[in-house]
C-alpha cells in the first residue's frame, strides 16, 4: 500500500470516534463528514445554512491543501442538510466554490450530529 498521511484539526471527536479530518493515500485525498465546528468546538454560521456551508468548504480547502492539494483537485462532494428546504442556499455557495471545477455532487437531507447543525459536507481529491 502507498504511503498514508492524515490530517487532524485537534476537535475532541476525532480522538473519541477514531477518525482523521482527511487522509491521503497516493494521489487520492479523502475528507471526513466536515460540519461547521471551529477548532474551539464552537459552531460557525449560527442559523445561516449557507454561511456554515462557507466555513465548511474552507475547513476542507485548509485539510486538502495541508496535504498537498486544492480545491480544484475535488473530483467529488457530498453535502447533507438537516431539512431539505435548505438546499438552495447550499447549492449557491457550492456553485461559489465549485463553479468552475464541477465535481460530482450529491445533496441529501439527513439528521446531522445535533440540530444546530444545518449542513455537512465531505469531499474526494484526486491529485495530478
Do not use: C
Not at 454561511?51 to 453535502?79: D, M, N, S
Not at 468552475?100 to 495530478?128: F, Q
Request: proline share 4%; hydrophobic share 40%.
Amino acid at each position: 500500500m502507498p504511503d498514508r498521511t492524515s490530517v487532524n484539526t485537534g476537535t475532541h471527536w476525532e480522538s473519541i470516534a477514531g477518525y482523521a479530518r482527511a487522509v491521503r493515500v497516493g494521489n487520492q485525498i479523502w475528507v471526513s463528514g466536515t460540519t461547521a465546528t471551529d477548532s474551539d468546538g464552537r459552531l460557525v454560521g449560527g442559523n445561516d445554512p449557507a454561511a456554515q456551508l462557507r466555513f465548511i468548504i474552507r475547513k476542507i480547502e485548509r485539510a486538502i491543501a495541508q496535504l498537498g492539494g486544492a480545491l480544484q483537485h475535488v473530483v467529488r462532494t457530498r453535502i447533507y442538510v438537516r431539512d431539505i428546504s435548505m438546499w438552495e442556499p447550499v447549492a449557491r455557495v457550492h456553485g461559489e466554490f465549485f463553479g468552475d471545477i464541477r465535481p460530482a455532487n450529491t445533496l441529501v437531507e439527513a439528521r446531522l450530529v445535533g440540530d444546530e447543525y444545518l449542513v455537512e459536507m465531505e469531499a474526494d481529491a484526486l491529485i495530478p
